[in-house]
Nanobody
Framework: QVQLVESGGGLVQPGGSLRLSCAAS????????MRWYRQAPGKQRELVAT???????NYADSVKGRFTISRDNGKNTVYLQMNSLKPEDTAVYYC?????????WGQGTQVTVSS
């Protein structure tokens, strides 16, 4: 019914930037909330950023001032612009679409920050 496809991950040096994309398709409720999570090896999954259908945003303290979440409602796509990347940002990043009755997850994309 709903499918989320992520892209944009990769290897980047400390201080560099990446832009993640998550494109949703299917029957999507216009009033949905989209979130980005990340999970590093051996660590608990962490909520990184949230954006509502109206454009309201929220961020984890660890990424405030460095990451920006945005969305294009016409394309049903959410983005995560990541600047000033640090090694501790290394993780698999997942997008999530929250809709009534069920949440949908992307497949995950690896972000590695290393020299």
């Amino acid at each position: 019914q709903v499918q989320l496809v992520e892209s944009g991950g990769g290897l980047v040096q400390p201080g560099g930037s990446l832009r993640l994309s998550c494109a949703a398709s299917g029957n999507i409720f216009s009033g949905n909330v989209m979130r980005w999570y990340r999970q590093a090896p051996g660590k608990q999954r962490e909520l990184v950023a949230t954006i509502t259908s109206g454009g309201n945003t929220n961020y984890a303290d660890s990424v405030k001032g460095r990451f920006t979440i945005s969305r294009d409602n016409g394309k049903n796509t959410v983005y995560l612009q990541m600047n000033s990347l640090k090694p501790e940002d290394t993780a698999v990043y997942y997008c999530k679409l929250q809709q009534p009755l069920r949440d949908y997850w992307g497949q995950g994309t690896q972000v590695t920050v290393s020299s």
